[in-house]
């Protein structure tokens, strides 16, 4: 068991470090607050390799581990988790191709995403469909060697910007994947939500009206659909773990640089215990969080299921990153509720990482499902 | 359309903003945008508008401005010239310049078409306008050359002399608009007393666009200096 990074993880995350610094942290205030997407410094990450990291090397990628992408996500989620969201939600559609699809699927959609900056989104959810991925109303049915898709998808990060998305629809009520070009005849692309943080990541509405699918764009089997959406969690839940690490680390950063410049009562804030010690417990959830986030990658690197520990790194490092902003805000007393400080972005930031991608709840469900199948815990 | 070209000036302000401030942050109390080369040798500031003593950190490229004092009575000059100077120039240059371009727009009108003079509206007045329009830019630029002394003072006094990028903008347009004021007086004189206003002939031509061009540079100078000049005294 070893605990270090190497020595390539190690250039990595600095590599990440200085990027963040540089071009997401920056950013972060101008695009939290225009609302705008981020594409410049979405293309300065794809030009630094920040982008589209799992596409395999066979079709122009690097194929990087699920591991160093959760070392690179969580130094640049300290800069901006809207930032991030918007550089790494390629991840979520692409992997369903990468998993499931064939040669001709992956070089048609994946390669072109390694030699141009180009965006893809998950579609999946809908207004009556969350955490119920089984409740999906959207419908494909089988015309010929078509497949003509109809349902309305909600909350698609990178909706507006995407060159193809992945749907979920049933056929003959059997969840189905496919593969869906943007500028398809019938996609009717909503506006922007108005949500509580995140803004740089762009969610949309996405309608789908008699929307045509050859049927070559259907990923794997009719009925496939459901293993696919639910392994891509697999893959990127620890992805979404590191980003509220980010915040986590973040938000202890800010408090520990105000801690140790502020003064009251003619002493430094860090020398009262009331401060110091949430700075503490910040410092060990995160480790924690850390560790688990780690783990989670590392077993899918391995090829081991990792579905528990994927559901555990991501509820934990969610709830700690709630948890952190909270306190950061509370260390910077008034200055934290203004928004001319980078804490109060934190606390918007932050309560989506319990909500997208399974809501916490949905992650116990998870760990409570496999303890049910376990006779002892070793 | 006006979306795209206030897109534009947005995008070339931001481009001329960042070389000349680099990355900014905005005081945590007066919202006031501030540079971070603004800090000095302890990585402290005094907020200009406000007057919070500000200690600038960064960390992660996040900066976190730490306020730990404030200066209340701050000095202030007792004759307040500044602010009676700096109104002149503001409102007397566009008259100037819809002036100038009233009588060009009567020049032009009568040698293309042959109409006489009479036909126009304050005929009888159009050498008091032109008078008018040398009192102005005269004026104008005497004034501003007294707000320069007296902004010079006030950023001594209520400012400490203290080195802030906006206060560098300033300076640097302000001299710039009194260089350019200056030149469209000199044109105005040459242009006006040798009749080459219009476009009758290439040297009125040239006469004419150097003369507008001038005017129109110096009007844009003034009206940024007066803006930089305004969010420094009250904010957004």
Partial sequence: MKFSLTAEQQELVEKARTFTKEWVAPNAVKYDRSGEFPRDVCQEAFNQGFMNPAIPKKYGGVEESVLDTCLALEEICTGCSGIGTAIDANGLSQYPVIFAGNDYQKKKFLEPMTQELMFSAYCVTEPEAGSDVSRIKTTAKKIGNDYVINGVKWWITGGSVASWYFVLAKVDDKATGFIVPADTAGIIRGVKEQNLGQHASNTIRITFEDVKVPQEYRLGEEGDGFKIAMKTFDHTRPGIASGANGITKAALNIGLTYAKGRRTFDKKLISYQGISFKLAEMMTKLDAARYMTYLAADLFDQGEDNSRQAAQAKWYAAEVAMWSAVECCQILGGYGYTNEMPAEKLLRDAKIYQIYEGASEIQKMIIVAKLMRTREVH | ??????????????????????????????????????????????????????????????????????????????????????????????????????????????????????????????????????????????????????????????????????????????????????????LHLVVFEAGMIGFDSLISVLATIGYFGLFCAAMFILATLGHVGGYLVFGK
């Fill in chain 2, 1 to 186: 359309m006006l979306s795209d070209i206030m897109k534009l000036v947005d995008k070339f302000v931001n481009i001329f903003k960042k070389r000349l401030y680099g990355r900014t942050f905005f005081c945590p109390v007066c919202h006031l945008e501030l540079s971070c080369h603004d800090t000095d040798e302890n990585e402290c500031m005094v907020c200009p508008l406000c007057g919070v003593v500000i200690e600038l950190h960064e960390t992660y490229g996040h900066f976190v401005p730490i306020v730990n004092d404030v200066e209340i009575n701050r000095v202030q000059p007792k004759a307040r010239l500044h602010p009676l100077a700096t109104h002149l120039p503001l409102g007397l240059f566009p008259f100037a310049l819809l002036g100038a371009f009233y009588l060009l727009i009567i020049s032009v009108y009568t040698k293309t078409l042959g109409t006489g003079i009479s036909a126009f509206p304050f005929a009888s007045s159009i050498p008091v306008i032109d008078n008018l329009i040398f009192l102005f830019l005269l004026i104008a630029i005497i004034a501003s050359a007294l707000t320069f002394l007296t902004g010079v003072i006030d950023w001594k006094k209520r400012y400490g002399g203290r080195s802030y990028r906006v206060i560098t903008l300033k300076i640097i347009l302000s001299g710039l608009f009194l260089a350019v004021g200056l030149g469209t007086l000199a």
